[in-house]
Structures are given as C-alpha cells and as structure tokens.
C-alpha cells in the first residue's frame, strides 16, 4: 500500500509531497485527488514541487500510465521546478526519469542520495 503526505510552504513558495510504498491504482487516484485539493489555492508556476520518493518502491506495470498521467499533470500545472529525491535505486530512478521525458517534462530534476 502506497502512503502519501502533501504539504505547502507558502513562505518558501514549495508543495512538498513524501510517497511511501508501492501504490495501487486506488492509491494513486486519492493522491491525485489530495494533490488537485493542494494546488488549488496556489499559483504554480511560482511555487517549487519537491517530491521526496526516498521510501517509494518501483511501481508496477499497471500503474505506470497513472503515474505517468501524474507527470503529465505536473507539467501542465506548469509548477517552476520538480525535483524528485531519491535513495540511491537506479531502477526507480530510471524508471522515473523515464516518464518525465515522455511527459515533456524539461524542468525535472532527479537527485539520488
């Protein structure tokens, strides 16, 4: 079961989302939907989206086309900059790379600890 945690920094102009787990579709779909609820009141193309994916595992083949639709969404919220955090997990990290590009996204920044 995937978990998540979506935070805003107002000050420091930052929505800051913690993904635990492996999600499910179910999972995913309520994330989305915290997240739409999160961005709502903000602009963001001022604010930074940083995702920390440092406990997140590799998603399964039948979620990828929901996580892809979330890079999507990322992009065309139009957010400054996404950076995702990552333990060192050349798989995920790859895999994520991966659908960043795809979804065009050119503002991804990927950094593994």
Do not use: H, W
């Not at 001022?46 to 994916?53: G, K, R």
């Not at 086309?65 to 996404?82: A, R, S, Y």
């Not at 950076?83 to 790859?94: G, I």
């Amino acid at each position: 079961m995937g978990k998540f945690i979506l935070k805003t920094d107002s000050a420091k102009k930052i929505v800051n989302i913690e993904l635990e787990g492996t999600f499910t579709e179910e999972d995913g779909l309520k994330s989305i939907q915290a997240y739409q609820e999160t961005i709502n009141p903000i602009t963001p193309s001022e604010y930074l989206l940083d995702i920390d994916c440092r406990k997140l595992n590799v998603t399964a083949p039948d979620v990828v086309p929901l996580l892809e639709g979330c890079f999507l969404m990322f992009k065309k919220d139009g957010f400054d900059k996404v950076k995702l955090t990552l333990e060192s997990n050349p798989v995920l990290k790859m895999q994520l790379a991966r659908l960043g590009r795809k979804a065009g996204l050119e503002n991804l920044d990927i950094i593994s600890l």
